[in-house]
T-cell receptor, first 112, second 117 residues
Framework: GDSVTQMEGPVTLSEEAFLTINCTYT??????LFWYVQYPGEGLQLLLK?????DKGSNKGFEATYRKETTSFHLEKGSVQVSDSAVYFC???????????FGTGTRLTIIP | GAVVSQHPSWVICKSGTSVKIECRSL??????MFWYRQFPKQSLMLMAT?????????EQGVEKDKFLINHASLTLSTLTVTSAHPEDSSFYIC?????????????FGPGTRLTVT
């Protein structure tokens, strides 16, 4: 079945540091890939997405590129801010249906 | 943006009792709602998918008689944990999808922490 493997946390970085959160996947078809973010006390929000190989999703300074050859969708940001502190989930949807398969989530803490 | 609320945000109940959790889409109609369960340091696990006016579809291994789901209107779905036991303690999250929504068009509630003593 489908699965998502995500970098374990927690991750603690200083403000303005470079961020990478690794995500790899296993899927039988041609999945769409997503990153969700969960701020304290709030529901998950879609951060960015990519629907086919070599697509780059981007939002709020975050980027992730759909790499079919390495089955990866790593999340990056060049300069993190304290407000980026949250839990980040990598997810996939296979075959265009509505179901999402999530990774375990990575807690990110940015210190000033 | 689309807002989904859950009530209560946390609940403590005694073993053997039943607990109902509500999920509401506040500013859009949700033809499909999803219920997830999350254990500490684990991913969100889909429990069931519910469509308004029809029976929920449960994922493999989820007891439908224990986790009763009702999606009676386009803005409300409820999850009832019947005869709760300590192993049912978990974080329950719902999401709602608008008509003809795709997977990423799920809007998530903030979750409900259930503790069974």
């Amino acid at each position: 079945g489908d699965s998502v493997t995500q970098m374990e946390g927690p991750v603690t970085l200083s403000e303005e540091a470079f961020l990478t959160i690794n995500c790899t996947y296993t899927a039988t078809g041609y999945p769409s890939l997503f990153w969700y973010v969960q701020y304290p006390g709030e529901g998950l929000q879609l951060l960015l997405k990519a629907t086919k190989a070599d697509d780059k999703g981007s939002n709020k300074g975050f980027e992730a590129t759909y790499r079919k050859e390495t089955t990866s969708f790593h999340l990056e940001k060049g300069s993190v801010q304290v407000s980026d502190s949250a839990v980040y989930f990598c997810a996939l949807s296979d075959g265009g249906n509505e179901k999402l398969t999530f990774g375990t989530g990575t807690r990110l803490t940015i210190i000033p | 943006g689309a807002v989904v609320s859950q009530h209560p945000s946390w609940v403590i109940c005694k073993s053997g009792t039943s607990v109902k959790i509500e999920c509401r889409s506040l500013d859009f109609q949700a033809t499909t709602m999803f219920w997830y369960r999350q254990f500490p340091k684990q991913s969100l696990m889909l429990m069931a998918t519910s469509n308004e006016g029809s029976k929920a579809t449960y994922e493999q291994g989820v007891e439908k008689d224990k986790f009763l789901i009702n999606h009676a209107s386009l803005t409300l779905s409820t999850l009832t944990v019947t005869s709760a036991h300590p192993e049912d303690s978990s974080f329950y999250i719902c999401s709602a999808s608008p008509p003809r929504g795709l997977a990423h068009e799920q809007y998530f509630g903030p979750g409900t922490r259930l503790t069974v003593t």
